[in-house]
């Protein structure tokens, strides 16, 4: 339920005994604590060596004034030999503050995997994911969480009422939730891919995701959708990047559409669900 670093330190010598049930390496921080922490954000913090300090900073003040008891797992996971820094710099925010961890791993997928490393890592009652890279508002984290808690929702999340990254995204994005609310009909949910996506850690474990990719925003609502969680959205604004080009390649929109339809197929067999 915590970190392997917790279980290491607790255990001492001991804890030998544990790898290759807990990956141990992965986490880099002194979260001494074994209580649980109120709410756990997940950073995803991909080649953002440069700008994720700052983000950190900005969420660490809405965290202390909305809810003093939270945890931050910084992903920096990276391909080797890319001269991505990210994983010292996230090692080292973890360093320095007992309430940080730091997940830096090898690659073994994109987004969703990065997503799948910070989940597994976050020891909170409840779990928020946020992208580390200053298009969506730190504060909406606090704004989402309260949604969740004041109305005792399982699941709660942002949607994106003015993009600024421009028309082609827009358009995309449009036709995509489009199609994805004529294949999943009946989920309250105007934009799937928005984040901070925040849920109560049982409803985190009723999940089991599997994407590596992009997708995985979807299969999380799709799950949340086949198990019926109470949830809401709250409006927010995306910001454009600057620091950066796009990630988003025109070949991730044909990803989309194929596992849209597969994971349609799927919730027709029954054994088959993801
Ligand atoms: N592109 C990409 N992002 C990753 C990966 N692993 C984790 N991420 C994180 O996923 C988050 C969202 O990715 P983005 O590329 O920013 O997605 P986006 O905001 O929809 O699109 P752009 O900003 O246009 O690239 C980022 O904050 C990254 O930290 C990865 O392998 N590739
Ligand atoms: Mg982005």
């Not at 670093?5 to 001494?32: A, N, V």
């Not at 080292?92 to 995997?113: Q, R, S, Y």
């Not at 850690?201 to 949340?224: C, H, N, P, V």
């Amino acid at each position: 339920m915590n970190t392997g670093r917790q279980i290491s330190e607790f255990l001492g010598p001991l804890s030998l005994l544990f790898i290759g049930t807990f990956p141990i390496h992965l986490y880099q921080g002194s979260r001494l604590s074994v209580e649980t922490p109120n709410l756990s954000v997940v950073v995803l913090a991909y080649r953002s060596a440069g700008t994720i300090a700052s983000f950190v900073e900005s969420l660490i003040s809405c965290l202390e004034v909305a809810e003093p008891d939270w945890e931050l797992v910084l992903v920096g996971n990276f391909f080797p030999d890319t001269g991505d820094k990210t994983p010292w710099v996230v090692a080292d925010l973890a360093k320095k503050n007992p309430k940080i961890v730091a997940v830096t791993e090898v690659k073994e997928g994109m987004m969703g995997w990065d997503m799948q490393s910070g989940l597994k890592a976050a020891s909170g009652k409840v779990i928020a994911v946020i992208d580390g890279d200053g298009q969506m508002p730190a504060k909406d984290v606090i704004r989402v969480y309260k949604k969740l808690k004041e109305n005792n929702l399982d699941f709660a999340k942002t949607y994106r009422a003015q993009r600024d990254d421009g028309a082609y995204r827009k358009i995309i994005s449009t036709v995509y939730n489009a199609l994805f609310q004529a294949l999943f009909p009946g989920l309250n949910s105007r934009d799937i891919n928005s984040k901070p996506k925040v849920m109560t850690r049982s409803a985190y474990s009723k999940m089991d995701l599997r994407s590596d990719g992009w997708f995985i925003d979807a299969e999380i609502m799709i799950q949340a959708r086949r198990m019926r969680f109470k949830m809401d959205e709250v409006e927010t604004v995306f910001h454009s990047i600057d620091s950066r080009p796009s990630f988003v390649k025109p070949l991730s929109i044909l990803e989309f559409l194929a596992n849209l339809v597969w994971y349609r197929v799927l919730e027709f067999l029954p054994g088959k669900k993801r």
